[in-house]
T-cell receptor, first 114, second 114 residues
Framework: AQSVTQLGSHVSVSEGALVLLRCNYS??????LFWYVQYPNQGLQLLLK??????LVKGINGFEAEFKKSETSFHLTKPSAHMSDAAEYFC????????????FGTGTRLKVLA | EAGVAQSPRYKIIEKRQSVAFWCNPI?????LYWYQQILGQGPKLLIQ????????DSQLPKDRFSAERLKGVDSTLKIQPAKLEDSAVYLC????????????FGPGTRLTVT
């Protein structure tokens, strides 16, 4: 069975500082990995995804994530935080088991300080 | 391209009442998902449809929850009778098909049970 762990339910960074949101997964087969962002009172928006190929994945709004199989991690980073990045971020894992069922982490709320 | 539509956006009911949520997926998307997102947690899959057939409803509390997707397009999720612990955001998502790993989410319906 697959699972996702997001370390840190709340993360605060200063505007312009590095953003690092952590995600570790558990899967017995090659996973597909996703990061979604959720702004208040809105649905989930896909930031980026890893399926196969290049392990460094670039997404929207300057975010990127690196798939590290040896560490079973898929951490999300952004070099310079912007006030508009304040939101909740969810990591999700899915595998090809005939249907791509998502397992989500519990989320990390990012606060950006002026 | 229109996104996933959901209604109502907010609903407040008393326990033991019934409630229904509606979802219209992206045109042409064969697979439809309903998720429950309790405050402070990641979304949890309740039910997955492929066209108008159920693919996975293993986490749907069938004694009180029901869902249907007539004609393979729109879907409704019903709770009857509601309990306090059903307070959550109910998210609808769609994808092109079962073998498509990317899901698109609607804005959600926030249910408060008092």
């Amino acid at each position: 069975a697959q699972s996702v762990t997001q370390l840190g339910s709340h993360v605060s960074v200063s505007e312009g500082a590095l953003v690092l949101l952590r995600c570790n997964y558990s899967s017995s087969v090659p996973p597909y990995l996703f990061w979604y962002v959720q702004y208040p009172n809105q649905g989930l928006q896909l930031l980026l995804k890893y399926t196969t190929g290049a392990t460094l994945v670039k997404g929207i709004n300057g975010f990127e994530a690196e798939f590290k199989k040896s560490e079973t991690s898929f951490h999300l980073t952004k070099p310079s935080a912007h006030m508009s990045d304040a939101a909740e971020y969810f990591c999700a894992v899915s595998v090809d088991s005939g249907t791509y069922k998502y397992i989500f982490g519990t989320g990390t709320r990012l606060k950006v300080l002026a | 391209e229109a996104g996933v539509a959901q209604s109502p956006r907010y609903k407040i009911i008393e326990k033991r009442q019934s409630v229904a949520f509606w979802c219209n997926p992206i045109s042409g998307h064969a697979t439809l998902y309903w998720y429950q997102q309790i405050l402070g947690q990641g979304p949890k899959l309740l039910i997955q449809f492929q066209n108008n057939g159920v693919v996975d409803d293993s986490q749907l509390p069938k004694d009180r929850f029901s869902a249907e997707r007539l004609k393979g397009v729109d879907s409704t999720l019903k709770i009857q009778p509601a309990k306090l612990e059903d307070s959550a955001v109910y998210l609808c998502a769609s994808s092109l098909g079962q073998l498509s790993y990317e899901q698109y989410f609607g804005p959600g319906t926030r249910l408060t049970v008092t």
